[in-house]
């Protein structure tokens, strides 16, 4: 075999390598699976123009030649719907639209297939190598550049919308990759079909033609990550944070929702979002609220709000997410206020009381007291676990360093995190996991000094401050540590056997004082270097 007959083959091998590179660089999406489908369906007609030139039987040929051109019709049908999916038009899908779509597409695939009375396609001297196209190919080719010229419909009228720069790039590739495989399409029609008799054949155009586009395709997923607006956001606290969280890309389409946002308004994902439904009557600072996210997009907001239809007060915020200086999208998180408002209302309400009533004094200042200890101890603690939050600990540690060195007494930090805890959610739900925490936080109370300080550094971490220590002490203490969060067997609700995990530590003890290092930085070194290790260990850095 020649070398034209490798072109095809090499063209195939050159977009499967394309196929590989996405599927390795970058983060699998709904959008992404969406891509590589169309992508491997671009992969198909090379394979089959080349197989069809590496056999004999004018059979296999046939069917080599109907493999492709069926994989075609599906590749302008993809064109259309993958178009319509990345210029974030996706409500132009609805039922309609992909019937009339899907039909043009099925009856020339039957046509393509059935190949009645050679119709569409026709053997020259006994074989499909050199073959002759009847009416149905002219029919199929009419239908090919009409959802062409759908596609184009399309990006013109996303072009003319007020859209940001960098997503005015990405339509522009895929502009660029439509007329790349048009342009090689109308000359593979026009040199090896209607030219034919009067020149000789020249391979691979259309697969050319299919590599270009592809290639601008890549082009774009590599150099602007036009699928990763959702990995942004998407953590495994989405659904175990108390606040509200909506996700929006830049048309205001919503991509991800928590499930803390139910309460607050029913969203389904793909909606397109407004900003009224949030507010059930307009006030001056509601108007000003709206314009500033309307027309300031790149500027973070704020505003509290009573909603009369849910009777809760909201803490509303809306920001935008920002990838290479340009705004990819937005989150809106919405805090219930509530039970702040109304211990507010009652320590107001309680003010009043004291000067209308001099002989309650006492007993209206014991209420007040008790309040402010309320909103005290919610402003210290971690409302999951009870134990200290990070805002304290960083709080007191400040002042616990300047008295540590100053009378140079020893002290030390743990830093643990519970092994895979993601699997744990994975598993059993997130509620289990807050239910792992809880025992978890138990399990260390016990082991740890009553002048220790535990807090939760953050979802599954947590920071033991031990004062007045000797390196020693504090080694024995995280071995007894680790060793009582392994015994412990956490029984959950549904779930016949008892989960247990396992935590890895980092331990920071520090005696001398002539050292200005970050201490947050090296426990979290040590921690890091635990889980690197192997997890459900301890490694200890001592100054």
């Not at 090499?10 to 660089?25: E, P």
């Not at 969280?245 to 139910?262: A, F």
């Not at 206020?337 to 309680?350: R, S």
Request: overall charge negative; hydrophobic content about 45%; proline content about 3%.
């Amino acid at each position: 075999m020649g070398f034209v007959i490798w072109i095809d083959l090499i063209l195939f091998f050159i977009l499967f390598a394309l196929f590989v590179y996405i599927f390795v660089t970058v983060n699998i999406t709904k959008l992404h699976k969406v891509y590589l489908a169309f992508h491997f369906t671009m992969m198909i007609w090379p394979f089959c123009q080349f197989a069809i030139k590496t056999t004999d039987q004018s059979t296999y040929q046939l069917f080599y030649v109907k493999a492709a051109f069926v994989d075609s019709a599906l590749l302008s049908t993809g064109w259309i719907f993958f178009t319509i999916l990345l210029t974030g038009q996706a409500r132009l899908l609805h039922r309609k639209i992909i019937l009339l779509l899907s039909i043009p597409v099925i009856l020339t695939t039957a046509g393509i297939i059935f190949n009645p009375h050679s119709w569409f396609v026709q053997p020259v001297n006994g074989g499909y190598i050199q073959r002759t196209y009847g009416p149905l190919f002219w029919l199929f080719i009419a239908v090919v550049f009409i959802q062409v010229t759908a596609s184009l419909y399309v990006i013109s009228a996303a072009l003319v919308q007020d859209m940001a720069p960098r997503v005015r790039k990405q339509v522009m590739l895929v502009l660029k990759g439509l007329l790349s495989i048009t342009l090689f399409i109308l000359l593979d029609i026009l040199l090896n079909v209607v030219l034919d008799p009067y020149l000789p054949v020249i391979p691979g155009m259309t697969s050319l033609g299919i590599l270009l586009s592809a290639t601008f395709f890549v082009i774009s997923i590599n150099r602007d990550k036009v699928f990763d607006i959702v990995t942004i956001a998407h953590q495994d606290v989405m659904d175990t944070i108390g606040h509200g969280i909506l996700v929006l890309d830049e048309y205001d389409n919503v991509v991800e929702i928590n499930r803390s946002l139910h309460p607050y308004m029913h969203l389904q994902r793909g909606e397109r979002f407004s900003i009224h439904i949030i507010f059930s009557d307009l006030s001056p600072a509601i108007e000003t609220f709206i314009q500033t996210y309307c027309e300031h997009p790149l500027e973070r907001i704020e505003i509290e709000i009573f909603h009369s239809g849910i009777q809760r007060h909201l803490n509303v915020q809306a920001a935008p997410i920002m990838i290479s200086e340009s705004r990819v999208g937005r989150i809106v998180t919405f805090q219930d206020m509530t039970e702040l408002q109304q211990l507010i209302h009652e320590t107001n309400h309680q003010n009043m009381a004291l000067q209308e009533r001099n002989h309650s004094l006492i007993e209206v200042q014991q209420e007040l007291f008790e309040k402010n200890r309320q909103l005290q101890q919610m402003a210290l603690t971690d409302s999951l676990t009870g134990c200290y939050n990070r805002h304290y600990l960083t709080q007191h540690l400040e002042d616990e360093m300047g008295r540590n060195r100053k009378e140079h007494i020893p002290f030390a930090l743990i830093l643990l995190d519970i092994d895979f805890f993601k699997s744990v959610n994975d598993t059993y739900g997130h509620l289990a996991g807050d239910e792992v925490l809880c025992h978890t936080v138990e399990a260390l109370k016990e082991e740890i000094r009553p002048s220790d300080v535990l807090a939760r550094y953050g979802g599954e971490e947590f920071m033991v401050y031990l004062p007045d220590i000797a390196h020693s002490e504090a080694q024995r203490i995280a071995e007894r540590v680790k060793a009582r969060v392994e015994l412990n067997q956490i029984r959950i609700e549904n779930v016949a056997e008892p989960v247990s995990v396992t935590v890895s530590m980092g331990l920071l003890s520090i005696s001398s004082f002539s050292l200005g290092n970050n201490l947050f930085e090296e426990v979290d070194q040590a921690l890091y270097q635990a889980k690197n290790k192997g997890r459900n260990r301890i490694v200890h850095i001592a100054h």
